[in-house]
């Protein structure tokens, strides 16, 4: 005979159906649709394709990713512990006699006042070192700054910026899962906001590599890690923005735009590929409100690459020096020229006894060309020349005279030598009994009390001129390169470019500020 008693699966479904059922019967009386029931039996489930995700990335890099502390100097403190400065008719505390009141005072309540706890510590935790020469007193330091790094070698060395390590005088090192360690500093380089840290330990460290930015593209994916705000490990998403902004902080400025978050504490980390290689190292964000609003700047890595590694092998950056002080070409100076477009690098006035005088540059070239390689504009030459070391030989490409030719320079040392700007002129007083309209250009002139160029006197605001920036108290030194010391001289080149075709001609100009060049039309007036 069968057992008629349901099994517990059996009896499961029984309830199931049972529940199921009930329910529909009680919605169906009530008007709720069928289908609405349905919904009720089998869970909402939405087939659409997944957006990435960077967990791989993030996890196989963030051991390598670390936070930056800084502490530099503060004042010295007495040897109460208290941080109270204190002087008297040109007299410290400690040359106060023992019995003085004052001294007194101060031994007893002076470890009280504010920014003392009168035990020796300070609110931010800063350690106490001794300093140097004849003042042997503790110098405390403190926390000045936080920023992030990374490793580039499992023997410790790591990057971060220039600007997070520029006043310090310890560092500390904190690791994705907590560990402190000292680190010291192997070199940092200004011109390109890059630092080395070093951290000595017994450990191999998970360190990374830096990736051929070439292959980087606008629209590309990339994964920025970092330390915002000091919290550590912070991670964020976006995209490359653009690429070869200039952001007016060096000649070098070829940065890479992310908008992925990057707030304050990001400087000196890394921003990564999907492959884990870093693209660029953080350095600079557009925010009007000092938080993000999707604006970041990277230094590439093809730029860090050798700044890095001369920093680790001596502690500085050695680069090329040709010693001109340039500015860009633009379209009406590329036509002033006869140059058919507005590419190079303009000098304004080589530097006295740089290697571009010496070989032969002169104010008024246009630097085309650097071995061959084509330069498009000011920037380009500075980081081309940059590259080369100090006593390289090269080929400068040059337009002059509307035509090239080429000039041999044995480059400087840019690590020891400043960097090209021509000494500011002074401008000339104007001699008002010599002077002459030039109504065509929309300027008054009269020769320059030392015979040299011809001092502006009056600009007509409603001219070319004023709108190109020429200014009364200026200097014109030189019209097409050629020298000028009357309204004449200005006049007869003028004319010469007129029969050459051209419609505008190129002014060079001197004031306080420096030397500078700007092209005016010269159409019939």
């Not at 004052?102 to 106490?128: C, I, N, T, V, Y």
């Not at 000091?230 to 070869?244: D, K, P, Y």
């Amino acid at each position: 005979m069968q057992n008629s008693k349901p099994g517990r699966s059996n009896l499961k479904t029984v309830l199931k159906a049972s529940t199921v059922a009930g329910l529909a019967a009680v919605m169906l009386s009530t008007g709720i649709p069928a289908q609405v029931v349905q919904s009720f039996a089998e869970p909402v489930k939405v087939e659409a394709p997944q957006a990435p995700s960077f967990a791989d990335v993030v996890a196989a890099v963030s051991p390598a990713v670390v936070s930056v502390r800084v502490q530099s100097e503060a004042q010295p403190v007495s040897d109460n512990g208290s941080n109270f400065s204190f002087n008297f008719n040109g007299q410290g505390f400690e040359d106060l006699p023992d019995d003085h009141p004052l001294k007194r005072f101060f031994r007893d309540f002076g470890g009280q006042m504010p920014g003392g706890r009168g035990d020796g510590r300070d609110g931010d935790r800063a350690e106490r070192s001794p300093r140097g020469g004849d003042d042997n007193r503790p110098q405390r330091l403190r926390p000045t700054s936080q920023g992030s790094g990374f490793f580039i070698s499992e023997d410790g060395y790591l990057v971060t910026n220039n600007h997070v390590v520029s006043d310090g005088a310890a560092f500390t090192v904190v690791m994705d899962d907590g560990t402190e360690l000292d680190a010291k500093l192997i070199g940092k380089d200004s011109r390109t906001d890059l630092a080395v840290l070093k951290v000595d330990a017994n450990r191999k460290f998970t360190y990374v590599n830096l990736a051929d930015d070439t292959k980087v593209r606008v629209g590309d994916w990339v994964v920025a890690v970092g330390n915002p705000f000091g919290l550590g490990g912070s991670v964020t998403a976006g995209i490359i923005s653009a690429r070869g902004r200039d952001i007016g902080s060096g000649p070098y400025d070829d940065y890479i735009q992310i908008d992925a978050a990057v707030n304050r504490g990001n400087s000196g980390g890394p921003a990564f590929n999907l492959e884990g290689e870093v693209i660029g190292i953080n350095t600079a964000i557009f925010s009007p409100s000092g938080g993000n609003v999707g604006i970041a700047f990277a230094i590439p890595a093809s730029v860090a690459r050798d700044v890095v590694q001369d920093l680790i092998d001596d502690g500085k950056v050695e680069r090329g020096w040709l010693g001109v002080q340039i500015q860009p070409v633009n379209k009406d100076i590329a036509e002033s020229l006869g140059l058919s477009e507005a590419q190079g690098a303009l000098v304004v006035a080589p530097q006295e006894g740089s290697p571009g005088q010496k070989a032969g540059i002169k104010e008024g070239d246009v630097i085309t060309a650097v071995n061959g390689d084509p330069i498009k504009d000011a920037r380009d030459l500075a980081r081309k020349v940059a590259q080369f070391g100090p006593d390289t030989k090269v080929d400068v490409s040059v337009w002059r005279d509307g035509k090239s030719q080429d000039i041999a320079v044995t480059l400087g040392n840019l690590a020891s030598e400043d960097a090209a700007s021509a000494e500011p002129v002074e401008p000339d007083a104007p001699v008002p009994s010599s002077e002459k309209a030039l109504s065509s250009l929309g300027i008054t002139v009269a020769p320059a009390d030392n015979g040299t160029g011809l001092a502006v006197t009056e600009v007509d605001p409603d001219s070319e001129a004023a709108a190109r920036g020429l200014r009364a108290g200026e200097k014109i030194v030189s019209v097409n390169n050629q020298s000028v010391t009357d309204a004449g001289d200005i006049e007869d080149v003028i004319e010469q470019a007129r029969k050459d075709g051209r419609t505008r001609a190129l002014f060079q100009v001197e004031s306080e500020r420096g030397s500078r060049f700007i092209a005016l039309p010269i159409n019939e007036g």
